[in-house]
């Protein structure tokens, strides 16, 4: 491939690049709902990403209500670092911070990435895939 070539594709390349986030953080968003709900959690929870200004260098998942132990017995760092990466995506923010019901995970921040995604002519299932944290991270 020529590098002409490369810079001439640049920008297909970096909306599928864009449109492939948007499916990760739909599918991490839908399938950590699930769980959540599966496992009957709800009440408001604040998470917090990794942010090394302010010697944070693990997510952290609050329970505002509720039990703490649940939330802590249901998702691990990973989850809550994919998490807070699909929030962020998905809110159009650089946030380290979010609040919301665990209930109102999937109406709150699925809406605009499936919106996102049928714009572009992206079928969004029912019943999405959960992402494979291997393949999400560059397989580390």
């Not at 496992?39 to 952290?60: C, N, T």
């Not at 039990?67 to 923010?93: G, I, M, Y």
Request: net charge negative.
């Amino acid at each position: 491939m020529k590098l002409s070539d490369l810079l001439a594709s640049r920008p297909v390349l970096l909306r599928q690049a864009h449109l492939a986030n948007a499916a990760l953080a739909y599918a991490t968003v839908d399938t950590l709902a699930r769980r959540a709900r599966a496992a009957r959690l709800r009440g408001p929870v604040r998470l917090l990403a990794v942010d090394p200004s302010v010697e944070r260098f693990a997510p952290q998942f609050i329970a505002l209500a509720g039990s703490q132990a649940a939330l802590d017995e249901h998702f691990d760092e990973d989850d809550l670092a994919r998490l807070a990466d699909a929030l962020a995506f998905a809110d159009e923010s650089h946030a380290v911070e979010f609040d919301f019901n665990l209930e109102d995970l999937p109406t709150r921040f699925l809406p605009p990435l499936r919106a996102l995604l049928r714009e572009a002519g992206v079928e969004v299932a029912a019943e999405t895939p959960a992402p494979d944290p291997r393949r999400a991270h560059g397989g580390h």
